[in-house]
């Protein structure tokens, strides 16, 4: 009976099972075999760690982790905030918080001790009244920053952030004010993070000791530059800080690899893309509920914006008009007593920019041409009637322009007046015309040269201004080194080149920059041509022609590179001594048998010194 009874129980009929193998935690958290009733396990062994069993253990997902430690780090930033420190912890990108252990990485203040107390923020400025204006908001001061922001590996406190924001919005947005200037760092950057770190590396140019944070800056922000372009729609504070960057680039420039040309296209299309060249009809062009409802203003300020841009990216890389963004729009937000009516210091802008590029449709707009050139005898008659609108439209401005907007007019007549090298026949209205073009060069370098000694000007002013003085020295240099030399001053034109030169050099933000490089070709070519007999016969003459306004300044480059790199004479790329012939009304070429087309089988020679030495005596004082 008992052995029956034994046989019947539920011991005796349940099969024998071995004992549930459980993986140590370091195993089952990495997922792997554990050979786990050895203790510790051959893992954790290897790697020396302790070897832990939990049967009620679960894996911990990452994301879930990261989310922690994310918290954890909120709750970090509330506690120092409250104790201003003075460096902050890094390894923080510009969206996401990394997970690993803090450590210490270089902040502004290492960089620049002394930032707030920089020489260049001490120096006055005309505009500076209007400037703490526009810092003063409706509660008495720009709201101070409350988050600490860092993007790769360098961070930056409250008191850097702030420093820098009030660096940028005192001295160089009187020349660009597009961005709302009462709103605190930490708005901006919920806006756009692309626009605070803008803001950041252009206030960084001059205020960091040899440009070591801003170099630092230069590969992270141009990365997320291209990360948000990636990603469209872009936001109205985003194409801000394209429009920025197409003012004042970073430092690593090079001509021929310039997107500024790019970046203000996709700035414009955007806008349109969003609506803006339309402000009353913005909600024809959306579809989600986030969209940025600035007041209509602020469109149309941001859509003037971009047609500045466009006109001056185009006009300095020798491009047509981009496409017809000169609207209706554009029209109203140039005139007074309307809801499109912009701020002064803004509406004279656009309407020279807008003058300008109706300057270049003008001389781009002949499909009868290659060149798109109109007729040198059109040419003559149209170019009387613009230099008659650009007088109206001065007087008109009479008693009412700021300085700067002085010399937005001064760019504006000096723009015109250099299409006068294109005139191949009327011999008498080319000489009236490249002189005209000559004096406006002077005229603009000592205008700039009197600002800078007013407020800094070449220390702050953006790149598209500079252009503009490489052209006036292009312009000198070519009058003074021909038949016209008896026409003018002499000696108050090469006063005018060296002062010129100098400008480049102390518009320079670090060693080897565009403007360095610009000043040593300048100079290089300026003593190599000065002393040349045969060139003070001929007339002034264009050897490309293919770039409407910048063809004199690539025509300075071409003849640059043929004197230092190949030694050849300029004869040879002539097509007849004493230039283009006066019989002849198309436009004139050289002759494409003599022309050493070799030149642009590599073009990064452009702007580019790095690798040839120039020499000290050339370079005037």
Sequence with gaps: MDSANDANSPESSTPHREPKRVACIRCRQSKLRCDSPKHPCSRCARLNVPCKLDAHYKRVNKRSKIDELEKQLVTLRDAVQSQHPAVIVANLSTDVVGTGTPSHVPSLSQFAPQLSQSPHTSQGSPYAVSSTTLLTGSDGARPAAQSIRAIDSLAFSLEEIDTLFNIFFKHYHPF?????????????????????????????????????????????????????????????????????????????????????????????????????????????YIRYAGFERLPVDGHIKTWAACNIVSQNMSAHQGAPPQMACIDWSIDRACEIGNQYSLPDDMRYHLMMSRFCDRVTRIMSGNNASQLGMPADGDRVLLMNVLEEDLNTMEAQFAGKLSQLDVIHLAETRLYLRIFYFFDSTYFEHRRSGLLKAYNSATDFIALINSSHALFNYFSYTPISNLKYLAAALAILIQVLNSSLYTCVDYAAGVASIEAGLNALRYSSIEGNDVFVRASEIFSYLWSEQKDDPELKKQTPTLLIKSRLSASLLYDSLWRWRQYHIKGENLEKTSTAEGGPSNDDTALQYPDPSVMDWTLFDNCDWLWDLDNIPMPGADIPA
């Excluded at 170099?215 to 530059?225: A, D």
């Design 176 to 284: 660009f004010p597009i961005i709302h200037p009462d709103h605190s760092p930490d708005r901006v950057y919920e806006s756009s993070p692309l626009l605070f770190w803008a803001i950041i590396s252009i206030a960084s140019r001059r205020h960091v000791e040899k440009s070591t944070v801003l170099e630092f800056l230069t590969k992270p922000v141009q990365k997320l530059m291209w990360s948000t372009i990636s990603a469209p729609p872009l936001t109205i504070t985003a194409i801000q800080a394209l429009l920025l960057f197409c003012m004042w680039p970073f430092p690593d420039l090079r001509i021929w690899s310039d997107n500024s040309l790019f970046l203000s296209s996709i700035a414009i299309n955007s806008a349109m893309h969003m609506g803006l060249h339309r402000p009353q009809h913005l909600h024809e």
